[in-house]
């Protein structure tokens, strides 16, 4: 069953950029089709919770993509300065004892644990001498993410459908590496396992993060709308 979740909340737009000024100018430009914007590692060294603020203060949501990974103490600590900044979601990237660790420390935010990132591919695996699929470890750490009380995974679109299969409705499934069609085939910047908006909504993504193909365009708000159609196409089928 798909989830209520306004449509100008379906695209999360990845506000990776130098500065509090180009993060503002882009909230500005995208606002008027998007309420939910992700701060990742780049802006938030630039400027602490400032921008994160800026946009609370406009009335949008916020993710926080910091992907704390650490000692499980050190991230608990963390997530507590974390807490209680009316952030929505929070990234955490870890194994067993980290992902407690966070869960135990976290508040009124949702936490998501990172599965595998987008930029990985099957070869970097073997590379790493690991045997298996990316989709079994992809759903391995999902499974355990939620059972140890996390409130949802990020994961590409490719898994999204396996992970609905095998977890169920209630799992938070937000999905970077999202291009619009033409790129899915052709470049992909260092996304690796890369889908399109509509695919992965209809593949039973909650949300999905796009940053380039958005923050990179002439037009951010076509590239939006396009998105925002196919979203709509594949919910309404
Ligand atoms: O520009 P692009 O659309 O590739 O940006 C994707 C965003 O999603 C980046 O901010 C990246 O940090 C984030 N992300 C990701 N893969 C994950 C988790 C987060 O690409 N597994």
Redesign the pocket.
């Known amino acids: 069953m798909t989830k209520a979740i306004p449509l100008n909340e379906r695209i999360i737009v990845?506000l990776?950029v130098e500065n509090p000024e180009q993060a503002q100018q882009m909230v500005k430009r995208c606002e008027s089709k998007i309420s939910f914007f992700?701060v990742?590692?780049q802006l938030f060294m630039a400027d602490w919770f400032h921008t994160v603020e800026w946009i609370q203060d406009r009335g949008h949501k916020v993710m926080l993509?910091l992907?704390f990974f650490d000692i499980p103490e050190t991230v608990k600590l963390a997530i507590e300065q974390v807490n209680n900044r009316g952030i929505s979601l929070a990234?955490i990237h870890g194994n067993r004892p980290i992902v407690k660790a966070a869960v135990e420390a976290r508040g009124d935010m949702k936490l998501l644990a990172?599965?595998?990132?987008?930029?990985f591919a099957e070869s970097d695996i073997r590379e790493m001498g690991m045997t298996g699929s990316i989709s079994d470890l992809v759903i391995y750490r999902a499974k355990q993410a939620l059972e140890l009380g996390c409130d949802g995974i990020?994961?590409?679109g490719l898994e999204a459908q396996r992970l609905r299969a095998e977890l169920g409705d209630d799992l938070l499934m937000?999905t970077?590496?999202?291009?619009p069609g033409a790129q899915v085939i052709g470049a992909?910047?260092?996304?690796k396992r890369v889908m399109t908006a509509g695919k992965a909504i209809a593949s039973g993504a909650d949300h999905v993060?796009?940053?380039?193909?958005?923050?990179?365009a002439d037009d951010p708000l076509a590239i939006i709308e396009q998105m925002q159609d196919e979203i709509t196409q594949v919910l309404s089928e």
Request: proline content about 6%; charged content about 25%; overall charge positive.
């Open positions: 990845a990776d992700k990742g590692l993509d992907k990234t990172v599965t595998v990132l987008t930029s990020v994961s590409s937000v970077p590496g999202i291009r992909a910047d260092d996304q993060v796009v940053g380039r193909p958005i923050t990179k």
